[in-house]
């Protein structure tokens, strides 16, 4: 068997299980068995492959159709322009928290040396990226899971970074730090009642902390902004993830605690993505 054929043999077996990307899927199992990229795969798809690799794959196979998220396979995921370990202590990165990096980086010149605060960091992915883009900055990371600050402080190290970012484990309502000229924070969102119809990759493997926005959804943006009107700087802005529901309802607590000039931009799929928020 050589590797088109057992990749067509694992994407058939996804398949028939209604998995939303089964040959994507198996190109990066079969790569994580082989201990090969992606693009090696592809380019040797007549290659031969030994029983013993068949074994392997076909027990990655046998997690993912158990609905094992593949970055929790594979250990790792793409975000912006890198790679980031990840496991089930962490949210996986989204395509679309990149928006708030592309934002940020509009707002910060290429040479700027500004004061930022990452808040629920996680697996690092945000505060890791934007440090690579904007190496003169000075970010500081919270997480309130100390699993989740060991993922991203390995992160740190594995970008070499490890001394360029100051990682705490701490809630934001215990934090007390100097003032920023930016806060950024994709904190949990989705409401309580809405926990169960999440896709079982979701669900079933990935940290209810980093998920569940309390009752209503806005009960963790809510502490935020209030720690906020402490933490920024007159004039420094606010990036928040949103759902895409809850922007209208954010505007206004916004602007009843001292933000102004507050935005809401789309992701590319056209819902309300990433908000910024001036303080007054």
């Not at 998995?19 to 090969?36: H, I, N, V």
């Not at 980086?105 to 700027?112: M, Q, V």
């Not at 992915?125 to 919270?142: F, G, H, N, Q, V």
């Not at 607590?253 to 001292?258: F, I, K, R, V």
Request: charged fraction near 25%.
């Amino acid at each position: 068997m050589n590797y088109q054929e057992i990749l067509n043999k694992g994407s058939n077996q996804l398949k028939i299980k209604n998995f939303k990307s089964p040959k994507l899927d198996c190109e990066l199992l079969l790569a994580k068995t082989l201990d090969l990229s992606r693009e090696e795969i592809l380019l040797n798809l007549n290659t031969k492959i030994n029983q013993s690799d068949i074994n392997n794959f076909y027990y990655f196979i046998n997690l993912r159709q158990n609905h094992i998220p593949i970055a929790h396979i594979v250990n790792f995921k793409f975000f912006w322009k890198y790679k980031f370990f990840v496991n089930k202590n962490v949210l996986i990165p989204r395509p679309e928290t990149e928006l708030m990096i592309e934002k940020v980086l509009e707002i910060l010149p290429a040479s700027s040396s500004k004061n930022v605060l990452d808040i629920g960091t996680g697996s690092g992915c945000i505060a890791i990226s934007l440090i690579k883009e904007r190496p003169d900055c000075r970010i500081t990371a919270i997480d309130k899971s100390k699993k989740a600050i060991k993922v991203a402080e390995k992160n740190a190290e594995m970008h070499q970074v490890g001394k360029k970012v100051n990682f705490l484990n701490i809630d934001v309502d215990k934090y007390f730090g100097n003032k920023y000229d930016l806060i950024i924070s994709n904190p949990p969102y989705i409401k309580n009642s809405e926990l169960l119809s999440l896709d079982k990759d979701v669900k079933l493997n990935e940290p209810k902390l980093a998920l569940s926005g309390g009752s209503s959804g806005l009960e963790i943006f809510f502490k935020i902004i209030n720690k906020c009107k402490i933490l920024l700087k007159n004039n420094g802005k606010l990036l928040l993830e949103i759902g895409h529901k809850q922007g209208k309802e954010l505007k206004k607590y916004l602007n009843l605690n001292g933000f102004n000039q507050t935005k809401i931009y789309k992701d590319l799929s056209g819902k309300d993505r990433c908000l910024v928020s001036t303080k007054s």
